[in-house]
């Protein structure tokens, strides 16, 4: 393993010269409002059913066939060949197998995302034919948040779901990482050291800040839906049986959805 020093601010209280430090600190307002949110206490007091797991599956597959496409496709670009773990990190081919397990074989055709998850598909599909470099802010709150939360949030899936095997929760396994500690120390290490100018490593840190950004406008997005679903629901339950109603099902994947962005950012806070 890399050596890496210890990344903490220094005595005067300001934050260090290490990229992964001062990602931490130009995010540290965003994860304060994200942690915030009922719906991620809800998700670690095991609130969740199989049909909203089965929603999380679907946002988190556009977002991570976005994102490791544009990492392959990068994969020898001088700021992210040092952070490019396929063989530890992927978690495309996870995802797809438990789509596959939960939803069957043409899963494909019946996956539900928010427009918000789409914008934030298209914006790592923008960065990674115009500046790659950006990449590295998206792939370290991503992939070290699953890490870091990912043993966490697969018992809580299993036991709320009420899964007799971990089938269907490959997403939380990293099995080619044998300590998820010492891989993250590996992993800030190499991020680093990539060598940025002043200007790259201001945009980088923008980003950062705007991959939280997407994840929370995905949360708002949703509870928007949700309230006006919500409403229409309550205006026609003295009149249509609940069964019978056209938008029960909408409402319970918007609900879904919820909980989906909140254990999204579950990880990202413990990295």
């Known amino acids: ?17 290490d990229l992964s430090e001062q990602i931490k600190a130009a995010t540290k307002d965003n994860h304060v409002r994200a942690e915030n949110t009922q719906l991620m206490l809800s998700y670690q007091k ?15 597959y556009e977002i991570y066939k976005a994102l490791e496409d544009e990492l392959d496709r990068n994969a020898s670009h001088p700021a992210v060949a ?9 978690r495309l081919e996870s ?67 009420g899964l007799s095997s971990k089938e269907g929760l490959s997403f939380f396994s990293f099995p080619s990482v044998t300590s998820p500690n010492r891989f993250k120390q590996l992993y800030r290490s190499r991020m680093n050291g990539i060598e940025l100018t002043e200007a790259q490593r201001a945009e980088l840190l923008e980003e950062a800040v705007s991959a939280f950004e997407l ?30 109603h056209p938008s029960s099902h909408f ?9 989906a962005l909140a254990t999204i950012g579950m990880g990202i806070y413990t990295f």
């Open 1 to 17: 393993m890399e050596n890496m020093k210890s990344a903490r601010k220094n005595d005067t209280g300001e934050v260090g010269s």
């Open 46 to 60: 095991g609130q969740i059913t199989l049909p909203q797991y089965k929603v999380l599956l679907c946002s988190l």
């Open 95 to 161: 995802l797809e197998r438990d789509l596959e397990h939960f939803l069957g074989s043409d899963w494909r055709r019946r996956l539900v995302v928010p427009a918000a998850t789409h914008r934030y598909e298209q914006r790592l599909r923008e960065i990674g034919r115009e500046n790659p470099a950006l990449l590295v802010a998206h792939a370290y709150t991503r992939y070290l948040g699953d890490l870091s939360g990912g043993q966490v949030l697969g018992k809580i899936t299993q036991k709320s779901l």
């Open 215 to 244: 994840n929370i406008q995905v949360f708002d997005d949703l509870q928007k839906m949700l309230s006006v679903t919500t409403a229409t629901v309550d205006q026609s339950d003295s009149a249509v049986p609940a069964a019978a």
């Open 82 to 90: 040092p952070i490019y773990f396929p063989q530890e990190l992927a």
């Open 251 to 259: 409402m319970q994947v918007t609900v879904g959805l919820c909980v």
